[in-house]
């Protein structure tokens, strides 16, 4: 079991990394469930539309989530590029599949996959740091030159997705401090840390290291 160590949550320019929360609770219009059968397993795809905005969340969940005890789970941020397109320029592909995965193996869990695509700036602006990054920056740099902060995601609906489906408990699969951090916030028990890094490559080991160095991330390195 991995402990939780109280990271210091600091951006670049010294102010705390956190995206607003709203109150957890009647974020989401629950849909629709149906089953999704996958390389790893059958899945049952439940959709959420967000009453703010219309954005569609999905959770997809493996075996009884709803008996109390812990589930293995991932909070997933969309990523059009890594996740559909098979980008290397990220690790976000290979963690949502290694994700679902290791759902698969243990017969249970949940993901989450939330619809805030380049850390919440969206796909357009997400293309536009690519450009900036061809150009030197690093991802960070490239955020900030396009005036957004470092990270824009939220977690709050998360609250209540899980609600819904009776989860209590998470053993979450994250390298990624600020994302146990703001969970734990809006009361999600998060009991253990799972580290989900995944193998580098050529074209995305500097964005794992800025990731490392810059975000907080909790990453292992060659060096």
């Known amino acids: 079991m991995q402990s939780i160590p109280d990271a210091a949550l600091v951006s670049e320019s010294g102010s705390t990394l956190a995206a607003p929360q709203a109150k957890p609770g009647d974020l989401l219009d629950y ?3 149906s089953r999704l059968p996958t390389p790893w397993a059958v899945f049952q795809i439940h959709v959420f ?13 493996l075996g009884d989530v709803a008996d109390g ?13 890594g996740d559909a397109l098979f980008s290397l320029r ?12 290791r759902i698969a193996t243990a017969g249970r869990g949940a993901l989450m996959y939330l619809r805030q695509e380049g850390r919440g700036i969206g796909l357009v ?14 991802t960070v740099e490239a955020n900030e030159k396009l005036g957004f ?3 824009m995601r939220r977690y709050d609906i998360c609250k209540d997705m899980l609600s819904h489906v009776g989860i209590q408990k998470l053993r979450l699969m994250t390298n990624n401090p600020r994302k146990v951090k703001t969970l734990q916030e809006i009361g999600i028990d998060v009991v253990e ?13 500097s964005y794992l290291n800025t990731k490392r160095l810059r975000l907080g991330h909790w990453l292992e390195t060659d060096e």
Do not use: M, W
């Open 193 to 205: 840390r799972v580290p989900h890094q995944i193998e580098g490559n050529p074209f995305n080991a």
């Open 31 to 33: 849909v629709s469930s």
């Open 90 to 101: 990220c690790d976000c592909g290979p963690q949502l599949q290694l994700a679902l995965e």
């Open 69 to 81: 005890e812990p589930v293995l789970a991932r909070v997933h941020s969309e990523c059009l590029t």
């Open 149 to 151: 902060p470092a990270d």
């Open 125 to 138: 602006n997400k293309i536009r740091a690519y450009n900036l990054q061809d150009q030197g920056a690093d």
């Open 49 to 61: 539309v967000e009453r703010s905005n219309q954005k569609e969340h999905v959770l997809l969940t």
